[in-house]
């Protein structure tokens, strides 16, 4: 009888050919092993004895650490707008939630960390990734007559605080605490897809995580250590590896973790959380998964480096110029090399070992006694016995090696597009400020790029976290972490100030005092009281618009097409704020509305009818202001206020005389007059007061800046003057050796000359015995011929 195929296992066999495939591919195989490489060199990880004695230049951590801050420096702030800009208060009010509540979740999220974590992986390795995720938090409470549990996905769009449904069995029942969004950082190693050519083709993208066995119980058995225990730990910390690369069995085993993988499959809408080293178990399956997002992926597309478009598998920058870090690496070596052979070195006789403290002992003026002088002075003497390495070569070839590093650097830079403006250097002679801006504008262009790519990966990750804060977070969370409700707060306070006082009674004036005081008494009672009840009718319209408005801009928040067809989701700039912009957008922003005001103050007084297309128009211009969203609706109310006041002004009959009426305007004129010379004198001080501001930071900056290059020449000047240095004391060495030689070489001159004079004295006394003995012979000679003859 065969067996029945168990759904489990072959889903667990499924999705561990999938895995296995894409993490065996050749191209995402040898990409890992290149970002292995590039990180132990941005690390400066070093081994081997001889690498550690080895003198290299790190331009990789140069490199990304110039271009980190230069393309991500601070977390954006999220930007949410109705999509088009016109009076919709429900859309209006509906992203002012969003985006407060978006803005709140930045800071909580870990966001900016995960971020600059998966730029850093971007600029080293080529690919830097994060991973979205919804975390409500419960309390659990005991309720005695009647128990509920947690709200299902089919209410959470519903009008609830608790997010709970009633159960009716007496078992405890969680209440919602808090809930947040939270953005993880993944390392690119645990970053999976499905094999595709480009981003669009991806059929399912993975993550993979450790956890230890109290993790997975917690997170998948509901706390049920005996379930969990099925699960095979097999991943431990490297350190407690042994020499072969094994675990260490008697290593405490809270160590161990269980490598889990994360699958999101687009074919089916499901989310697998499976155990490569467990078969046939699936920890979960979840079909349709509570994260109804429009893209299914919990995650963006990834920050990809140079790519093209036959796989998805990136290129490392590093890749592009590791020739070029290579030479310098060399070039750097030698100089070190070279640098430290720059000295005084040489051989000598060692049959003489007396010579060796001529440059040893550092001792001007000394003389070394020598055994058997003769046989030495025969030899040649210092000159014949002491050879010196040649220092003018080496040092000519150092020189030569810094021109060639430094031409090394130049083609790297152009290889890079990391320019010198880039860095903040200037080389060669002055440059004027023209020159400087078109060096920068070139420079950036490759900069700018980099930059809008890591500004849409931020967009991408907090359109998804505002997609989960619309979906999944309760009415009553969106409250409070917005903070509308002081809005609402403020709203019904200033409809309650609106109420216009009670006015006093009048009697006929032949009514005594004492039924008028009672009268007036009565009256001043029911006034009060009439006057409270409109109050609190005020506030209760006031309170019951704003909970319409609110109840209206949810309705977007929880639609999917209301919220694309009337929010739009952006990010402000990832790179350092400029404040400059900023103050001059909002100084802008008050000059435009102070002379649209006086304009359309004077227009309306003309002609009433115009006020209404005076103000849509001034509404126009001032919602292309993004500083000035706070105070729109306030304006807005402003201006309908006025057009009230105006139609009643109309409403009321006219003054009796046409002197009236031409003094009354002759005086709203002189008024408007003196106001608006006040407004123009209010702005123009302003307006200096920022400009003096403006040109105190641009002196300032003009100031840290002359700074900077005078910091700069005077770093230069000394390094030329310690080169000057080096040649200086090259050439007193050398001098000295050639003085310290021709002296060696005079002395044994001269030495020889009294040997050859000493040589020639006893040459001519040797003559002069020679002749004195031959005259001697002679002498003998002469006396015995007589004594023969005889």
């Not at 490199?63 to 208060?89: C, G, H, M, S």
């Not at 910390?237 to 993988?261: H, T, V, Y």
């Not at 079909?287 to 290129?315: G, M, S």
Request: hydrophobic share 35%.
């Amino acid at each position: 009888m065969v067996d029945a195929p168990n759904p489990e296992a072959q889903t667990w066999q499924r999705w561990k050919a999938a895995l296995d495939f894409a993490l065996k591919d050749k191209k995402y195989t040898e990409w890992l092993q290149k970002c292995e490489k590039i990180n132990k060199r941005y690390r400066d990880d070093r081994e081997a004895p001889a690498e550690i004695r080895r003198r290299r230049m790190n331009i990789l951590w140069s490199n990304v650490q110039t271009l980190l801050p230069a393309v991500y420096a601070k977390a954006p702030k999220p930007i949410v707008e109705r999509r088009f800009l016109d009076r919709d208060e429900a859309a209006r009010l509906a992203s002012t939630i969003l985006e407060r509540t978006l803005s709140m979740q930045l800071e909580v999220s870990g966001f900016h960390d995960a971020t600059k974590r998966g730029v850093l992986d971007w600029l080293l390795g080529g690919m830097g990734q994060v991973w979205v995720r919804y975390e409500p938090q419960f309390t659990t409470e005991v309720e005695a007559a009647e128990n509920t549990r947690i709200q299902t996905q089919e209410q959470k769009s519903s009008n609830s605080e608790d997010k709970i449904q009633e159960n009716g069995d007496g078992t405890p029942y969680q209440k919602l605490a808090y809930e947040k969004v939270c953005v993880d950082y993944v390392f690119y190693k645990d970053f999976l897809w499905g094999s595709s050519r480009f981003w669009t083709e991806v059929p399912w993208v993975g993550r993979r995580v450790w956890l230890t066995r109290s993790e997975i119980a917690e997170k998948f058995y509901k706390g049920d250590m005996q379930a969990a225990s099925r699960i095979t730990l097999d991943t431990m910390p490297e350190r407690l590896r042994d020499d072969k690369g094994r675990f260490d069995d008697g290593a405490p085993s809270f160590f161990r973790k269980a490598e889990i993988w994360e699958i999101w499959n687009k074919a089916d809408q499901t989310v697998y959380f499976m155990a490569p080293g467990t078969p046939d178990i699936v920890l979960q399956q979840e079909k349709n998964p509570v994260l109804q997002l429009q893209d299914f992926w919990p995650c963006p597309r990834p920050l990809y480096a140079t790519q093209t478009n036959e796989t998805l598998v990136p290129v490392p920058d590093y890749v592009e110029y590791q020739d070029q870090a290579a030479e310098l690496d060399d070039l750097t070596g030698r100089i070190s090399a070279l640098t430290t052979a720059l000295r005084a070195n040489g051989v000598y006789d060692s049959s003489i070992p007396q010579l060796a403290r001529l440059l040893q002992d550092g001792q001007d003026n000394k003389l070394v006694p020598v055994d058997q002088w003769a046989a030495f002075a025969e030899k040649g003497g210092i000159p014949g016995a002491i050879s010196l390495v040649p220092i003018k070569e080496i040092a000519d070839v150092l020189l030569g090696l810094y021109q060639a590093r430094a031409q090394v650097k130049s083609d790297l830079f152009e290889v890079t597009g990391m320019s010198d403006i880039v860095r903040g250097q200037s080389d060669g002679g002055a440059k004027t400020a023209t020159e400087q801006r078109i060096k920068g504008q070139f420079a950036s262009m490759r900069l700018e790029d980099r930059r809008s790519e890591v500004a849409r990966f931020c967009r991408d990750t907090i359109a998804i976290m505002a997609e989960i804060i619309s979906e999944m977070f309760s009415d009553d969370s969106l409250m409070q972490m917005s903070g509308v409700s002081q809005m609402f707060e403020e709203d019904v306070k200033r409809a309650v100030e609106e109420v216009p006082p009670p006015q006093e009674p009048e009697f006929p004036p032949d009514m005594p005092p004492e039924q008028q005081q009672m009268m007036m008494q009565q009256a001043q009672e029911q006034a009060a009281q009439e006057f409270q009840q409109a109050q609190q009718q005020a506030a209760q319209q006031a309170q019951q618009k704003a909970m319409g408005n609110f109840q209206r801009a949810i309705e977007i928040l929880r639609s999917d097409k209301l919220r694309g067809f009337r929010v739009d989701i952006e990010t402000d700039s990832t790179i350092a704020a400029d404040l400059e912009a900023d103050k001059q957008g909002a100084v802008e922003l008050v000059r435009s509305t102070f002379e649209g005001l006086m304009g359309a103050g004077q227009i309306v007084m003309q002609a009433p009818e115009l006020l209404e297309p005076m103000g849509q128009l001034l509404m126009f211009a001032y919602r292309r202001f993004r500083v000035g969203r706070t105070v729109e609706a306030s304006l807005e109310d402003a201006l309908d206020q006025m057009g009230k006041r105006l139609q009643q002004q109309q409403g009321q009959p006219p003054p009796s005389s046409p002197e009236e009426i031409k003094a009354q305007a002759e005086m709203q004129k002189q008024e408007a007059e003196t106001k608006r010379d006040e407004q123009k004198h209010q702005f123009d001080m302003q307006a200096k007061a920022a400009d003096f501001e403006m040109e105190q930071k641009r002196n300032a900056v003009e100031l840290a800046k002359a700074r900077e290059e005078l910091e700069i020449e005077r770093e230069r000047l000394a390094m030329k003057r310690e080169e000057m240095e080096i040649q200086r004391e090259t050439m007193l060495l050398k001098a000295q050796i050639d003085a310290q030689s021709a002296s060696m070489r005079a002395e044994a001159s001269e030495r020889e000359h009294m040997l050859n004079r000493e040589s020639a004295e006893h040459g001519h006394d040797l003559n002069m015995q020679t002749m004195e003995a031959k005259a001697h012979a002679a002498q003998q000679q002469a006396r015995a011929k007589p004594k023969e003859k005889a």
